[in-house]
């Protein structure tokens, strides 16, 4: 499974951008779907997840995020998940990764990862 984020970017406190990642190779072993991000110095933590196809569609989310950041998952295209993100702040500014848990040819559960996108919310 190969991911590919888009969508960062520089944006004003208090504006909004919406995040892409597109998933390609073996999609249909994917279960969840998420994002996670990594401020400067910090550890990568969480942000919000969504099963695929097979989950439902739950939805997860960072207490942080909760209210303002929205996941959701295209349902025609599938291994194509999105992250609304309104009212950021300048604490949000981070490299957003792009998750996939996803069994592999072994059928065994692994995670894969996108290369990043910086998102940097000025104040």
């Known amino acids: 499974v190969q991911l590919v984020e888009s969508g960062g970017g520089l944006v004003q406190a208090g504006g909004s951008l919406r995040l892409s990642c597109a998933a390609s190779g073996s999609t249909f072993s994917i279960n969840t779907m998420g994002w996670y991000r990594q401020a400067p110095g910090k550890q990568r933590d969480l942000v919000a997840t969504i099963t695929t196809t097979f989950g439902g569609g739950d939805t997860n989310y960072a207490d942080s995020v909760k209210g303002r950041f929205t996941i959701s998952r295209d349902n025609v295209k599938n291994g194509v998940v999105y992250l609304q993100m309104n009212s950021l702040q300048p604490e949000d500014t981070a490299v957003y990764y792009c998750?996939?848990?996803?069994?592999?040819?072994?059928?065994?559960?692994?995670?894969?990862w996108g290369k990043g996108t910086l998102v940097t919310v000025a104040s």
């Open positions: 998750n996939a848990w996803a069994y592999n040819d072994d059928l065994v559960g692994m995670d894969y």
